[in-house]
């Protein structure tokens, strides 16, 4: 009699080879194919698009279960043409069969064999790869269709498990298409590989491959490294090390050839949608950026705090764009920047940097739109502009030249000046640099720019410690700008220089058809020796400014601008010393002064002093008019009165010298403002020659001609040589 046991074992074993026996005739006789325009009107029905099967469906249950597709198409929806979304040469999927029954997906391999995509905008903007059932329409543009966290995880929430041994994607391309701007890029030879993936696990992923731009016109290639990890819950993705490089050449890089290296670790949050990279460093033509960056793609927010660093000038270069600069000016920037962004604002929380010497800090707030709104605060230590002049400008403004002696100490020949003056009446040497006058503003600002203009919001404070430009030094700069309903100023710019202080306040008014310009300048107690020194090139000119301008007119080009210009000013000049000449007689000046030390340093230093010179001015349609200047001192006057046409680039103007012991002595200035012609009034001297005779023939000869000398070395310290007539 036989064991239960072993009828037992018998009828299992009969049950195994039965159910493998029907295994085996169900895969003998079943055929996937027969199912194709099942699978094909179920993905029409949950994608609106068609799905066209052209090669042969495999099926297999053992060890695996598995499916290769062969070639097939994905079309794309209606208003993208016929061209597929999808096309593949093959596609194996293969996942164990038992895992399956307890809600587990362990997938051995994925394999994508000459996959193409092609991604494309049409004409209204809208998306080819937004997908919706059959009968709905496509989301508009811009609409955001991202899925929140929490449907993601609810979506995940079917499996138990899963695990993919590897994924293989060859020979894989992706195309890009805008019918509305017309970009076109494209992405071939991609191949991709991957380590086995599941959560808990590290997997090591490869990709690379090429890309193509039309517009701008480059080409180059592409490849990550990154090592995947997928959290127990598949709430958390990390890329550790991740690793990306690309190369760029063609027409449209500046240098031929350009190379792009970015590191760093990256970690997805998907129940709250945000993203982070720390550790990030991305490298480019010698500049390096490092920092974190976080985004939220929920409320497309976007925090960042990254260190710059970059020789400016030699990326520049790299880029095409050189820079005529002094050779040790290598424009090093250093920057550290902390900022947040969102739709509706962008904030530069904190700016910190130097480039080159100079040290520089601020923070600014932009908020976009059709108005847009900017506020920024910037402050630096100290500023050279001569750094970034090109090097023989510099010099030529920073040398002082030789004075009016030579190294011998004999009168200087003045053969620079002769060449430079103008005969009374004949052509100038230069023409005038001012523009004709012109009814109509020729700015070229379109109608879009002006109503641009017109929106801008903007208040921002700039502050420099020193700053330094042709030579010259201001120190304690503030400036403020506005705008606001179409109003643009500057209002103060403030700055302390050479003892005194300049306030400067300038604004346009871009709500008239023709933008309204106005502006005023005061200088109080200036010293003048040194900036009049360095931009003549010698010592020529002692005293203390005082100024005030105002001035207002039409138009952003001079063209325009010129004609209207109205307004009114005032200058006074006081403890005046004119270097290099001495006008006054040395008898005259002992005779007045009673000071025979100070006369004979006088003599010996060749400098005429006097106490003021003072004047007023009004601008009427862009002619500046002075009736009014006055010149006092002890042993010399003078007067003056004239004009200087802006329009035109014309000058009129007449003085009349007073000096102790001569005839008064007329001095004429016409002709164009860039290069006017000056001289004595020839006729209106010999008269008072004639009147002043008696006084001459007081004076020793000696003394008399010296007087003269030095009356003709006086305007050529001022203007150059005199013309005569």
Not at 94 to 105: D, I, N, Q
Not at 246 to 273: C, H, K, Q, W, Y
Request: aromatic share 4%.
């Amino acid at each position: 009699m036989k064991s239960p046991l072993r009828t037992v074992s018998v009828i299992i074993l009969v049950l195994f080879a039965l159910l493998a026996g029907a295994a085996g005739i169900f895969v003998a006789t079943f055929d996937p194919n027969d199912y194709k325009s099942l699978i094909t009107r179920e993905v029409q029905k949950a994608t609106g698009r068609t799905l066209v099967l052209t090669g042969t469906l495999e099926l297999s249950l053992f060890p695996w279960i598995g499916i290769s597709t062969g070639p097939l198409l994905l079309g794309n929806p209606a208003g993208f043409g016929e061209d597929a979304f999808l096309r593949a040469e093959d596609l194996q999927l293969h996942a164990r069969l038992r895992p399956l029954l307890h809600k587990e997906l362990h997938i051995d391999r994925v394999v994508l064999s000459g996959v193409s995509v092609h991604l494309m905008r049409n004409v209204k903007g809208a998306p080819n790869w937004l997908f919706s059932p059959a009968g709905n329409a496509l989301p508009p543009a811009g609409t955001d269709t991202a899925p929140s966290g929490a449907s993601q995880a609810a979506a995940g929430a079917g499996l138990a498990a899963f695990s993919v041994q590897s994924v293989q994607v060859r020979d894989a391309s992706v195309q890009y298409t805008d019918m509305q701007t017309g970009l076109a890029a494209a992405a071939t030879g991609i191949s991709l590989t991957t380590t086995a993936i599941a959560p808990g696990r590290t997997s090591d992923i490869s990709l690379e491959g090429n890309w193509l731009l039309t517009s701008p016109d480059m080409q180059g290639t592409a490849s990550l490294t990154t090592r995947l990890e997928l959290g127990e819950t598949l709430e958390t993705v990390t890329a550790a090390d991740t690793s990306l490089r690309i190369t760029a050449s063609g027409p449209s890089v500046p240098s031929g050839r350009a190379t792009l290296e970015a590191a760093g670790d990256l970690r997805f949050n998907m129940p709250d949608m945000t993203v982070t990279a720390n550790g990030l460093r991305i490298s480019t033509m010698d500049s390096t950026l490092t920092g974190t960056i976080s985004a939220d793609l929920m409320r497309n927010a976007v925090q960042a705090s990254i260190h710059a660093e970059s020789p400016l000038r030699r990326t520049l270069e790299q880029l095409g764009m050189p820079l005529q600069l002094p050779d040790d000016t290598a424009l090093a920037l250093q920057a550290d920047i902390n900022l947040t962004a969102a739709a509706d604002r962008l904030t530069v929380h904190r700016l910190t940097g130097r480039l080159d010497k100079t040290a520089f800090s601020g923070n600014a707030t932009l908020v976009p739109g059709v108005s847009p709104d900017i506020r920024f605060a910037l402050a630096a230590d100290k500023v050279n502009l001569d750094m970034y002049l090109p090097q023989e400008q510099s010099m030529k403004n920073a040398e002082p030249q030789q004075t009016g002696k030579s190294a011998s100490g004999k009168p200087a020949s003045g053969k620079a000046d002769r060449r430079q003056s103008t005969m009374p009446g004949t052509a100038p040497a230069a023409q005038s640099v001012a523009p004709q006058a012109g009814g109509t503003d020729t700015t070229g600002a379109d109608a879009a720019s002006r109503e641009r203009l017109r929106r801008l919001r903007l208040d921002g404070n700039v502050s420099i410690g020193t700053l330094q430009a042709r030579g010259l030094e201001v120190t304690g700069l503030t400036a403020r700008a506005l705008a606001a309903d179409g109003v643009l100023r500057i209002d103060p710019l403030d700055m302390a220089a050479y003892g005194g202080r300049v306030t400067l306040s300038a604004g346009a008014d871009t709500t008239a058809a023709l933008p309204v310009v106005r502006g005023a300048l005061h200088v109080s107690g200036l010293q003048v020796e040194q900036p009049v020194t360095v931009l003549a090139g010698r010592k020529l000119l002692s005293g203390i400014l005082q100024t005030r301008m105002n001035v207002q007119g039409q138009g952003l080009q001079w063209a325009a601008l010129a004609p209207s210009l109205s307004g009114n000013g005032s200058v006074s000049l006081t403890e005046g010393v004119v270097h290099g000449v001495q006008i006054v007689p040395a008898e005259a000046s002992s005779h007045l002064r009673q000071e025979s030390q100070v006369k004979r340093l006088d003599k010996a230093a060749r400098q005429q002093r006097f106490d003021s010179l003072t004047g007023t001015f009004d601008i009427v349609s862009g002619r500046v008019t002075n009736n009014d200047m006055k010149l006092t001192s002890y042993d010399l006057s003078g007067t003056g009165a004239g004009w200087a046409d802006l329009p035109s680039g014309t000058v009129n103007y007449q003085a009349r010298l007073h000096v102790t012991g001569l005839p008064v002595i007329p001095v004429s200035i016409t002709g164009p403002l860039a290069a006017p012609s000056y001289g004595l009034d020839v006729a209106g001297f010999t008269g008072n020659i004639l009147k002043g005779v008696g006084n001459l023939l007081k004076k020793p000869a000696d003394t008399g001609i010296e007087t003269l000398e030095d009356v003709g070395g006086l305007l050529r310290q001022m203007f150059g040589r005199p013309a005569s007539r």
